[in-house]
């Protein structure tokens, strides 16, 4: 048998071929009472042994046939799904966030802050005292300021003057040394408390249009701030090598991974200068009636957000012309704890001239398309088959262009690949507060901690029915490219099929969807100025209609202020879309 999916996969097959055999007995021994004493079907099982072991034979043959149908289809539709969106049929490692201890040393004079390159290597051990490796999904400078006191403020329980306005949020930020051009220093804010908390406050945040109040030092009179300087942060990059015109990953890192979602900056466009601290003021509007407990709610700079992806090399492999496919493996992993999530590169090494020469990806336009020499690419895929193990198996096949291997190409001697892996399971070892360590020796990082748990996922995609979703995610994303209008039931099935378990970002669209009374499509103009010159580009309206008497759901503002950033992203020049919610 094929494995613990792949056998439940069968049974049910054969059981459900069994049930619709012994219907059908039924239905015959009604047409045929002469037959009936032996194939009398009322206890689900014939009273004749004989045919009781007939209906199993056969039932087992043609279920054998219809589960080979279901692999090779299976197979199919996983490989093409892996080429477009590797990410569906693969385990989503874990994430959390590193609160980063700066060395003071390193600051002084026009030096205030240094910068974490995305892929950044990190490492901490989990309770089994194994090894772990993480990379910074995103840049991020770290600066010598730190948020020393935040607080909620409501005049009704407060006597703090929060300049006229009834309820607001108040940072207290101080720095190490005093700073030149405030407005280079990065305020990237990450909100550290539970979800539903977090979301709560995201939504205030975004609520309100009333300016920003900044206090330099001991100085009475404030500096005013849009509050379009206030923004959530939004990375669309991704941690694998997407197809280009897949439109869906933003959304599906989203979902996934909103821990690196949880950030907000505020943007200082003005010269400010201080000695040691700066007071944000940030309104609350009048018609937020909530509350917040601050007690377990923490406000951090110097924040980054890591993943459990990293690059290792693979076993090399000796080249036979006669084996078409080499299992990826990770070199030296005695344990077999590593799991292979991509292969990213492969080079092939020939003792004859001695040359080493990276192969391109076969799925690679701009490399298939060039003028190489080796003649030679490489592929993967993704099987359930013949495995016990819950992602399947990954292997590399090299194939060649040249009909006359001989006269054209160099025959390698050895392949040396590598990929993007995952620790998998343990990962979950790993509790808040752990130490990191950085791989950059020269970065001045006194101290890494962790704050929230990694957890991690099995892909998203289970093995049934992966013909339906190819249909889906081609049939969206022609949607978004073809600028056709998003229906209600599409998009609960995308985010359906772009989550791996019970998200909370995944449960935030669910009710925010659920409580909607419609979700209506509207064609409109707007009217944008690009190099000083007006034009009118068509789009489309989405409107999430909520009722009054209930308002809208927790999350709303935070979906919407998502939504729009993310096809902005994706759109084009001539053609927009915006989503937004309105009481009805």
């Excluded at 992602?391 to 060649?400: P, S």
């Excluded at 006359?404 to 690949?417: G, Q, R, T």
């Excluded at 990929?419 to 360590?437: A, D, R």
């Excluded at 007006?534 to 919407?560: A, D």
């Amino acid at each position: 048998m094929t494995g613990k999916y792949s056998n439940q996969d069968f049974l049910k097959i054969y059981i459900d071929t069994l049930d619709e055999l012994r219907k059908n007995g039924r239905l015959f021994s009604q047409q045929n009472p002469d037959l009936a004493p032996f194939l009398d079907f009322s206890y689900r099982k014939s009273n004749d042994p004989e045919t009781e072991r007939l209906i199993e034979s056969f039932a087992y043959m043609k279920a054998q046939v219809d589960y080979k149908s279901f692999l090779a289809k299976s197979d199919y539709a996983i490989n093409f799904i892996d080429h477009i969106f590797p990410e569906l049929v693969s385990p989503i490692p874990g994430m959390t966030i590193l609160k980063i201890q700066p060395a003071k040393s390193f600051f002084k004079k026009d030096k205030y802050q240094f910068k974490i390159d995305k892929d950044t290597l990190f490492f901490s051990k989990n309770v089994d005292d194994e090894e772990c490796l993480f990379s910074a999904t995103q840049d991020t400078n770290i600066s010598c300021c730190e948020v020393k006191n935040y607080r909620y403020i409501d005049v009704n329980t407060s006597k703090e003057d929060i300049y006229g306005f009834k309820k607001a949020f108040v940072f207290d930020i101080e720095s190490s040394l005093p700073i030149e051009n405030f407005q280079n220093i990065n305020l990237s804010i990450f909100i550290d408390s539970e979800f539903q908390s977090v979301i709560s406050i995201l939504d205030t945040l975004l609520l309100s249009k009333s300016p920003i109040f900044i206090f330099k030092d001991e100085e009475a009179i404030p500096i005013k701030l849009s509050r379009e300087s206030l923004k959530l942060i939004y990375q669309f990059n991704g941690h694998y090598d997407q197809c280009e015109e897949n439109l869906l990953h933003p959304l599906f890192d989203f979902i996934n991974f909103y821990q690196k979602y949880l950030f907000f900056k505020i943007d200082i466009n003005i010269p400010i200068n201080i000695l040691k601290k700066i007071k944000f003021i940030i309104p609350i509007d009048d018609d937020f009636s909530g509350s917040f407990r601050t007690d377990n709610v923490f406000f951090r700079l110097n924040c980054v957000p890591i993943l459990n992806v990293f690059e290792k090399k693979l076993v090399p492999i000796k080249y036979n012309d006669t084996q078409n496919e080499h299992r990826m493996r990770v070199d030296n992993d005695q344990k077999n704890n590593i799991e292979v999530l991509r292969v990213n590169k492969v080079v092939a090494y020939s003792s004859v001239s001695g040359k080493a020469l990276e192969i391109p990806n076969f799925h690679k336009k701009i490399h298939r398309n060039s003028n190489d020499s080796s003649g030679y690419f490489w592929a993967t895929k993704r099987t359930f088959n013949n495995t016990t193990s819950e992602n399947g198996c990954l292997y590399l096949k090299l194939l060649n262009s040249d009909k006359d291997l001989h006269l054209k190409s160099e025959v390698p001697d050895y392949i040396f690949p590598s990929g993007l892996c995952t620790n998998s399971h343990l990962v979950e070892g790993i509790k808040p507060n752990s130490i990191f360590n950085c791989n950059v020796y020269d970065l001045p990082i006194e101290k890494s901690m962790s704050l929230i748990w990694p957890k991690y996922s099995r892909k998203p995609l289970d093995l049934n029915e992966n013909t339906e979703v190819v249909k889906l995610l081609y049939k969206i994303n022609q949607d978004l490219l073809s600028r056709n209008a998003l229906n209600n039931y599409d998009f609960r099935k995308i985010i359906e099929i772009l989550s791996s378990g019970q998200s909370p970002i995944k449960i935030l669209f669910q009710q925010m969807l659920n409580q909607s009374t419609g979700f209506e499509a509207e064609e409109t103009l707007s009217q944008q100025v690009w190099k000083n010159q007006s034009y009118y580009v068509p789009g489309i309206l989405y409107k999430f209609q909520f009722s009054k008497m209930t308002g809208f759901p927790l999350g709303t503002y935070f979906l919407m202020s998502f939504l729009n950033s993310y096809f902005n992203y994706i759109r084009d020049f001539n053609f927009y879309i915006v989503f937004k919610a309105e009481k009805v």
